[in-house]
């Protein structure tokens, strides 16, 4: 199939039910308000509550997104979801959503690509629906960081926090879709972000300045390439949805590209770093605004190390 796949009918997400302001985590760990909106623009994050976990937070996403489609679990040929941190080893979360929406039969997988996750998903998505594969997709991002964060481990604790967000994709065949996508990862830079199993004994690991470079490097670098081969300008694309892993990551990406402010999506600074669902959780906020015929790019980027890219045509 020619031309943009992928057309997004649907968006919606959701978040852990404890607000966890930097005040809150002043009496746990020796941090200050201050050193967290400065270091990374984050004034408060959502935790899961009792009873919530990565899958109750991608069902919950996946309903409000078939419910803004219009669509019905059951009208939906594959389900999707990136994730590092279901709750057991298998079933995948994908197979227990699908339980969930009324869809039994249908095709689940989960996807593990860290914070480019979702991504990585488009890609694959986009590539099943342009096959013939499927014609309908439902594809999640979810993640219950704090699962496999150190509460006492200030450097990380700050930063992470739950959330999960869904699209429905419908085949497409107009105007609309995904036209173009990167993928990449290095596997030499694993010992820069790691983590073990939700309920295990390691927890995650970050060196923050090293991946802090490499994502200031890899984000503008990602759209220019998307931008120059598909032979439109960065005046063309609406809005920049990057990986919310800190605000002084996007300013810095931002002012790379000399990308005003109001193009760059940010909302880390209530949402905290939802790996996986960073990007998705993004969706609801900009999807009644966006224009016919200009475009949307998504870049992630995390553990493996691993980046990733959409170029969507609205
Ligand atoms: O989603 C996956 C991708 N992840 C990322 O993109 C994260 C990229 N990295 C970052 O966002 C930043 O590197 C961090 C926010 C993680 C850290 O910011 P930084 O400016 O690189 O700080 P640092 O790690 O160099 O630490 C500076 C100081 C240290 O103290 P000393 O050694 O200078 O005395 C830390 O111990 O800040 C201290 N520190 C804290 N202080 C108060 C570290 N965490 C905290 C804290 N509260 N929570």
Not at 13 to 20: D, E, I, K, T
Not at 73 to 87: E, Y
Not at 135 to 143: C, P, Q
Not at 194 to 203: F, L, N
């Amino acid at each position: 199939m020619n031309g943009p796949v992928g057309k997004i009918i649907g968006v919606g997400s959701a978040l852990g039910g404890r607000v966890v302001t930097n005040a809150d985590l002043e009496g746990i760990i020796e941090t200050d308000n201050q050193w967290i909106v400065d270091r990374t623009g984050i004034e408060e994050r959502r935790f899961v509550a009792e009873g919530e976990d990565c899958v109750t937070l991608a069902v919950d996403a996946s309903r409000e997104a078939l419910a803004n489609a219009g669509a019905d679990g059951s009208s939906v040929d594959l389900i999707l979801c990136a994730t590092s941190t279901a709750p057991e080893s298998m079933p995948s979360v994908a197979c227990l959503v699908g339980e969930a929406i009324g869809a039994p039969g249908v095709g689940a997988m989960d996807l593990a690509a860290a914070c480019a996750g979702f991504s990585y998903g488009a890609s694959v998505a986009s590539s099943m629906l342009a096959s013939g594969a499927a014609n309908r997709v439902l594809l999640i991002g979810a993640d219950a960081m704090t699962e496999v964060v150190d509460e006492k481990e200030r450097s990380t604790s700050v930063l992470f926090a739950d959330g999960a967000g869904a699209v429905v994709l419908d085949r497409g065949g107009g105007e609309s879709g995904f036209v173009d996508h990167i993928l990449g990862a290095d596997g030499r830079m694993a010992p820069l972000l790691r983590a073990g199993h939700p309920g295990g004994e390691q927890k995650l690991y970050q060196n923050g300045r090293e991946v802090f470079k490499f994502a200031v490097r890899i984000i503008p670098e990602m759209v220019e390439k998307l931008v120059a081969r598909n032979g439109i300008t960065l005046e063309d694309v609406q809005y920049i949805v990057p990986h919310q892993a800190n605000a002084r990551i996007i300013q810095a990406a931002a002012r790379k590209l000399d990308l005003p402010e109001d193009r760059i999506v940010v909302n880390v600074d209530r949402f905290g770093n939802t790996s996986a669902a960073s990007i998705p959780l993004s969706y609801p906020e900009i999807f009644e605004k966006l224009d016919p015929g200009r475009y949307v790019i998504t870049v992630g980027f995390g553990s493996g190390l691993t980046w990733a890219a959409n170029l969507y045509r609205v």
